[in-house]
Structure formats: structure tokens, C-alpha cells
């Protein structure tokens, strides 16, 4: 049988003192109430340069700076995380009605909320992803079309990860 307890603070109404009660539980492990502030600032930079008419190339780049807080009662953590993250791309176009292009960009995103089991910080989602593809545009732009490739790889993605004993 699993259960689930909330406790409640008992009062003396003689003298109007409280004890502190035991945090909720689950099957006797202790559910903690927490507090979570993140704040989130970027700087993007982008520019395309036209090498001749038919080669181009954009060169970027975001700086990110993340803030996480993360409390629970007597117990705070924080976390700065900043990066720089490049953005590259290139198209060729041999005709002006078909277009190669590649390009490679590196991001941070996902906010950091909550902490593991031994209390460290969870580091921000970062990703990298690669494309590569034609695209081609006839008859007067009445027909369009894209052949791409990508491969986009992500990193300290989120997963469940119940305490024992705990189903949720």
C-alpha cells in the first residue's frame, strides 16, 4: 500500500506556539516545496556576405547568459551559465533558379528548472545541428522545392527520473 501524507502543523492555543510539522511524504520519503527563478538574456549578431552573385555567406553568432535560482527551505542554489554560440552558412547558387546550401549552428536553450536528487543544478539544453540541401524554384516561382539533410543533436535533455519509491 503507498501513501501519501500531509501533515499539519499543531498549535497550543494556550500559548499560540507552533511546532513545525514534517515536510510532506510519500511512502516516507519527503516531498519538499521549492522555489525556481530564471532569468534568460541573449545577444544575436548576424550577417550575410556576398562574395559574387552566385556565393553567399552568413556568419552569426548568440550570446547567452542564463541565472537560475533554486530554493527549498534552508537551502539555496545558483547557477550562472554563459556561452557564445556560432552560427555559419553558405549558399551557392550555379542558376538563379537552383540553390546549395549548408549551414552549421550551435544553441542554448531550455530553461534550467529544478535540481537532481543529490541537489546539483541541471545544466542548460545545448544543441548542435547540421543541414545541407538544394532548393529550386521554376517556372516564375509557381514551383518550389527543397531537398534537405539535417542532423540536429541535443545535450542535457530532461528526463523523468523518480526517487525510489516514488511513482510520479
Do not use: C
Amino acid at each position: 500500500m503507498q501513501t501519501l501524507t500531509f501533515p499539519a502543523t499543531s498549535i497550543n492555543v494556550f500559548t499560540g506556539a507552533t511546532n513545525p510539522n514534517t515536510p510532506p511524504s510519500f511512502n516516507g520519503v519527503p516531498l519538499r516545496l521549492t522555489d525556481y527563478l530564471n532569468s534568460w538574456y541573449g545577444l544575436y549578431l548576424q550577417d550575410q556576405v556576398d562574395i559574387t552573385d552566385q556565393l553567399h555567406l552568413l556568419l552569426g553568432g548568440r550570446y547567452d547568459n542564463t541565472d537560475s535560482f533554486f530554493g527549498t527551505a534552508g537551502q539555496t542554489r545558483n547557477k550562472n551559465t554563459d556561452k557564445l554560440n556560432p552560427r555559419y552558412g553558405i549558399v551557392y547558387q550555379p542558376w538563379k533558379f537552383l540553390s546549395l546550401y549548408g549551414h552549421y549552428v550551435e544553441s542554448m536553450g531550455g530553461m534550467i528548472n529544478g535540481q537532481s536528487f543529490d541537489g546539483k543544478l541541471f545544466d542548460p539544453e545545448t544543441a548542435t545541428e547540421y543541414e545541407g540541401g538544394i532548393k529550386v524554384e521554376l517556372l516564375d516561382g509557381q514551383f518550389s522545392g527543397t531537398l534537405a539533410y539535417f542532423d540536429l543533436t541535443k545535450q542535457n535533455v530532461l528526463t523523468p527520473d523518480p526517487a525510489p519509491g516514488i511513482p510520479f
